[in-house]
């Protein structure tokens, strides 16, 4: 059976291009086709970062738990929650989950958030980003209104 692709629609597009220009480098645009299915509405579980006309606020909110939830991916990750995207989900994508954490995508992905955290913060080290206790982390979304 062939892996369903992310195919965009004319609201996706506009947030993708606006994604694409909040930067770093566009990579958040990636969090769309691979982040898009299941946190694209408004809810708060899944947190909806991606729901809206203007979904920049949101996902700078939830970056921390964004790239905590990404790097779980990494071997030497010991978070005891699923990685994010879920394997199940990212062979949708057309990626296979063994790929998927050695991907330029992925790859992009990570650096992305980590560079939003640190330009938030004043790090000079993105890969310093990201390693707080996750249950210590502030909540992604404060309400479905934001």
Not at 1 to 9: F, N
Not at 56 to 76: G, N, T, V
């Amino acid at each position: 059976m062939e892996a369903l692709q992310w195919q965009p629609t004319a609201s996706t597009e506009s947030r993708q291009t606006r994604l694409a220009a909040t930067g770093p480098g566009g990579g958040l645009a990636l969090l769309e086709p691979y982040c898009g299915h299941c946190h694209g509405d408004a809810t708060l579980n899944p947190p909806g970062f991606l729901a809206g006309a203007a979904p920049e606020k949101r996902i700078l909110q939830c970056a921390p738990r964004i790239l905590s939830r990404l790097k779980a991916w990494q071997h030497e990750s010991n978070l005891p929650l699923s990685p994010m995207p879920p394997p199940a989900s990212i062979e949708y994508s057309g990626v296979s989950a063994d790929e998927w954490p050695s991907s330029d995508h992925y790859r992009t992905l990570v650096a992305s958030v980590g560079q939003l955290l640190a330009d938030r913060s004043g790090q000079q080290n993105p890969e310093d980003s990201g390693h707080t206790d996750y249950d210590r982390l502030p909540p992604c979304l404060a309400s479905a209104n934001e």
